[in-house]
C-alpha cells in the first residue's frame, strides 16, 4: 500500500503516477489478451479446416497468423492512452495511427477473400471449359487488380475522413482526374472491356471458326487487348 501512496502523491503532465502504472497495467494486459485471442482463434480454424474440404477456411487462418506486431503494440497502446489525460496532439496521433493500422488490415483481410473468390470463381470456369484456361488467368488477374485498387482507394478516403480532412474536394479532384485518364486510355479501357464481354459471353472459343469483316480463320489466341486468328492461307490475324 506504501508504493501505491507514493504513487498516489506522484504527478506528471495531469495524470497521478497510479493512472500511469494503470495504464501500463491496460497495454500489457491487453497485448497478452489480443495475443491468446488469436492463438485460440488461429487453432480453431486448423481444427475446422482439417474437417473440410474447403480451403476458404486457410485463407482465414493467413489473415490472422500474418497480423503484424504494430497491430498488437497499437491497439493496446489506443485503449490504454485513453486512460490518460493527454494533449490534444498526442491523442490525435495516436488516433491517426491506430485508425492507419486497422483500415491496413481491414484491406488486406477483404483483399485476401477478394482474391480467393476471384481465383475460385475463374477456376471453376476453366474447368468447364479448359480452353479458356489462359484467359481464365488473364481475367482473375485483372479482377485482382481492380479489386485493389478500389480497395485502397476506399481505405485512404475514409482513413482521410476519420481524420478531419474534407474528403469532398479530393473525391471530385479523383473524379476530374478519373474522367482525364478514362479519355486518355479510352482505345485501351474499350478493348479491356471487349475482352470482359468475350470472357463472359463466350460468343466464340479457342477453336472455333470465325469470320470477321473480310478475315475468317480459327481463333488460337483470346487475350486482354487483342485476338489471335489462323486463317485458311495459314496468316496469323491479330484483331482488337
Keep these: 500500500m506504501d508504493w501505491m501512496n507514493y504513487l498516489s502523491q506522484f504527478s506528471l503532465a495531469g495524470n497521478s503516477g497510479l493512472d500511469y502504472a494503470m495504464a501500463l497495467a491496460w497495454f500489457v494486459g491487453l497485448l497478452i489478451l489480443l495475443k491468446l485471442f488469436l492463438v485460440i482463434i488461429v487453432a480453431r480454424l486448423k481444427k475446422l479446416a482439417q474437417k473440410t474440404k474447403t480451403d476458404f477456411d486457410d485463407v482465414l487462418i493467413d489473415i490472422f497468423v500474418h497480423l503484424k506486431p504494430p497491430f498488437y503494440l497499437l491497439v493496446a497502446l489506443f485503449f490504454s492512452v485513453k486512460t490518460l489525460i493527454m494533449p490534444d496532439i498526442v491523442n490525435k496521433v495516436i488516433d491517426v495511427l491506430f485508425i492507419a493500422i486497422v483500415i491496413y488490415e481491414v484491406i488486406r483481410a477483404i483483399e485476401k477473400i477478394g482474391n480467393y473468390l476471384i481465383k475460385f470463381y475463374f477456376a471453376k470456369q476453366a474447368e ?38 474534407n474528403v469532398t474536394s479530393v473525391v471530385a479532384s ?16 474499350s478493348d479491356l472491356f471487349s475482352s470482359f464481354s468475350l470472357y463472359l459471353d463466350k460468343p466464340f472459343g479457342v477453336g472455333d471458326f470465325i469470320v470477321v469483316g473480310d478475315s475468317k480463320g480459327t481463333v488460337e489466341k483470346i487475350g486482354m487487348k487483342t485476338t489471335r486468328i489462323r486463317s485458311i492461307g495459314g496468316e496469323q490475324l491479330i484483331v482488337s
Excluded at 130 to 148: G, L, Y
Design 174 to 189: 479523383l473524379g476530374i482526374g478519373g474522367i482525364a485518364i478514362a479519355l486518355a486510355l479510352q482505345n485501351i479501357l
Design 128 to 165: 468447364k471449359d479448359k480452353e479458356v484456361d489462359r484467359h481464365s488467368q488473364a481475367m482473375a488477374s485483372i479482377f485482382m487488380t481492380i479489386v485493389k485498387v478500389v480497395l485502397w482507394v476506399v481505405g485512404v478516403t475514409v482513413a482521410l475522413a476519420n481524420m478531419g480532412v
